[in-house]
């Protein structure tokens, strides 16, 4: 098997470095903007270089981004070769295209390292939806925010002190803001509904709310009340071929097994018609959990011909107006949404009645403008 490798940054060196040990897969090229001494004549700036090389078979995007990432799978593709990536930006925004361009020309394209970091969470939700209907996937998506609430928790930190140390780590996005506001986080949960429900849902179906605003005092008041909070994706199959999906942050009670979760790590689970709620739990980010992902993806290939983890996708309606939770919901401006709904008080902010998502989010987007730092999280009994 031979190789170009499309990056040399966290991701992408930590492969370069897993690969030493992988004689079987030769790493003929590795593009970047730089020259990097270390890789002799395998460095090169030119991506026609590795294209146009019959020698090599696959390309693994890890340069991020949407383009040039775009540009260089397809032409991968159109190409003839293998594509891996972890890229869940690029995949989520090209979902059709990517999957269909892989199919008509009959390449290989596996994205493991796109959701969950070192789980292997696509390769088996594939493997669970042959055995019965997937009902539920979802969970605690993202190493950076949960790095940052886990240490709010711990050590009643400040969001930005430990924002710092979550980059330092190598767990955020280049523009962190994609991890704080969840879009990072939509992403890899709008990836695994369509997987799980053979569907092919857009970015704007999906309501999203991050944990930019949350407090030091917010997280003290879940703990006063026995809650911790965790930014969490949920994508449910409804009764009449209905679908929900939605991104904010939760409440669960301490003790439980998403409280539980620490640091970087994230806990992923698919509801399968016949075996039950299945939990995946591992490092969802930094150099070389992902980096393993992108090489297990590789070996796989190198094993024989591993088309996408769906073979059917379809624009599917998203219905957010029947799930209702119960939202802690911190504001300063009152509004006549809030007095109908609020039904008791924390300290640092108010309880309202179950309402659904749509709701939520729904007011959220109207408040926000006049009160900018808003924070709300659903509550999970
Ligand atoms: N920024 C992402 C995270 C990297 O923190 O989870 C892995 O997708």
Redesign the pocket.
Known sequence: MNIALLGYGVVGGGVYEMLKDHPEITVRYVLDRERHEELGERGITDYSVALSDPEVDTVVELIGGLEPAFQYVKDAMAAGKNVVTAN?YLLAMHYDELLTLAKEKKVSFRTSAAVG?SIPWLPNLERAKRTGLINEVGGIM???TNYILDSMTRNGYSFESVLADAQRLG???ADPSA?IDGL?VKRKCLISANVAFDMSLSEEQLPVFGIRTVTAEDIACFKEHGYVCKLYATALRLPEGEYSAFVEPTLFPAGSLEASVPANYNLISYLSEYAGRQSYYGE??GRYP?ANAVVEDLIDIKEGYKPFYSKEWAPTPINNVEVKHRYYVRYLVDTWFMDGVVEERWENGMITKAITPAEMHYWYNEAKQNDPDIFFAALRA
């Open positions: 869940k970091g993202n190493g950076t767990y955020a996005e991890d990072d969802g980010a992902t």
